[in-house]
């Protein structure tokens, strides 16, 4: 069977991250999302995987290349331009993606499923496409029931008693939404759903496509499942994605690494001497990680690989990517730590570089002094009060 990945977009929502990883790359405890992707596909037999690359689409191809190491096969295609023999990224949108790989050959000749590149799920594919061919649906969006109080935060969904689509909501208020049914990225489609898409142009699935087959009363249903879906569209959704899988909330996402004490878990070799610094889990520390004598680290946090935590520093329910270094008694609360940006849970960043702080998060790699002592007093800047 075949199936589409989308991973066109520029992730804007998830920068800074995005400036030098692409989305579906986003690592949830070192493993890519996309890769999750991968494997639910291959598990419910989908094992010709057509991928649509833009922004930054050599780091996923050479990633994924041909898909055989995952136990698929994959392919790729490009949107965008070269220009001074750069690849300029140019996206499609979603459904101009799908279109412009059937306008190339027809790839998708029997019922197909498309999911977005950037939330880890956990569902029944087998069953969802059994139902939308029971249906004799052109198209089928999987769906997920939400608290009232959450709906403002996703689109909605509204199906009648047959389960046929009516219409759609834009993250309406509590007030104003007609059903607690979001849309989680997941589609599957039938052949024919090319006949209602242009050619050569961006044209967007759910903006677009999905209002004209609702206009035109076309089969088109929707199917609320009962499965885990965590969306990292945007840095506050990625924050939460690492405390869920640290938490073990998020099914069939193990941590990583060898337990070492109750919530604690490390990749190989990380220098650490136990009696001497204070960890509570969950936690999870990459391997070639240093951790000094007199630091504090409290869970749910992730350390990525080949960082250096100093000494007396403090860090509690953060995620902090590989070779960061944190100097000498900064302390982090609730915070993401990527290359010289620091991020909070809302997703507000700081340029540690611009701000002239980076004595206090540098690169790991890079050798670097004990900051002055009067700067000590600012070192806990980056924590929250």
Known sequence: MKAMILAAGKGTRVRPITYTIPKPLIPILQKPV????????????FKEIMVNVSHLADEIENYFRDGQRFGVEISYSFEGSIEDGQLIGKALGSAGGMKKIQDFNPFFDDTFVVLCGDALIDLDLSEAVKWHKQKGAIATVVMKSVPKDEVSSYGVVVTDEMDRIRAFQEKPSVEEALSTS????????????????????????????FPHLVEIGAPFYGITMDFQWVDIGKVPDYWRAIRSVLLGEVKNVPIPGREVAPGIYTGLNVAVNWDKVHIEGPVYIGGMTRIEDGATIIGPTMIGPSCSICSNSYVSNSVIFEYSRLGRGVRLVDKLVFGRYCVDKLGASIDVQAAALDWLITDARQAVGDPPEEHQAIADILSTS
Not at 34 to 45: N, P, S, T, Y
Not at 184 to 208: A, H, K, R
């Open 34 to 45: 996309m890769e999750f992707l991968v494997d639910l596909l291959r598990r419910h037999g």
């Open 182 to 209: 979001i849309n989680t990225g997941i589609y599957i489609f039938e052949p024919e759903i090319f006949d209602y898409i242009p050619s050569g142009c961006e044209y967007d699935i759910g903006s677009q496509l």
